[in-house]
């Protein structure tokens, strides 16, 4: 059987997309995270009613679209809280806001009387999330 033009094309999409698969792959296994949560710090202690800062800083060389963190065209994004263990994809066990943009650095959170006490980790991102250092809720 002879090749034919149609064949070349098949063979030509299916090369483009593994290249496109091996892209996202590569781009989502970055050594290092597009961004980091700065601030609450470490072992803070929050009351449930109290204002909280929540800030974080972008990577040097961070570039949108961020896949898996943000909307590619809004830099839209939700912070939620996490179990102390929590992995990178893990789901959150209460949403803070799902209207968050990334390019804002900061957003100030009322902790909701419904959080039960407990520690927690704040993250940033909806498929994949960085998280704070360690809080406490009493």
């Given at each position: 059987m002879k090749p034919t033009t149609r064949?070349?094309?098949i063979f030509?999409?299916?090369l483009l997309l593994c290249s496109l698969i091996?892209?996202?792959?590569?781009?989502l296994n970055e050594p290092h995270?597009?961004?980091?949560?700065?601030?609450?710090?470490e072992g803070t202690t929050i009351?449930?009613?109290?204002?909280?800062?929540?800030?974080?800083?972008l990577t040097a060389g961070t570039e949108f679209p961020i896949y898996g963190y943000a909307a590619a065209s809004t830099s839209q994004t939700i912070i939620g809280l996490l179990p102390p263990e929590s992995r990178r994809d893990e789901r959150y066990v209460h949403k803070i806001d799902s209207n968050v943009k990334l390019t804002d650095l900061s957003y100030i959170w009322t902790v909701d009387e419904q959080i039960p006490p407990g520690a927690y980790r704040i993250g940033i991102g909806f498929y994949y999330h960085e998280t704070s250092p360690l809080i406490h809720i009493v």
């Open positions: 064949h070349y094309l030509s999409f299916y091996q892209y996202t792959q590569a781009y995270a597009p961004f980091s949560i700065l601030s609450p710090p009351k449930q009613g109290e204002h909280v800062n929540i800030t974080w800083q």
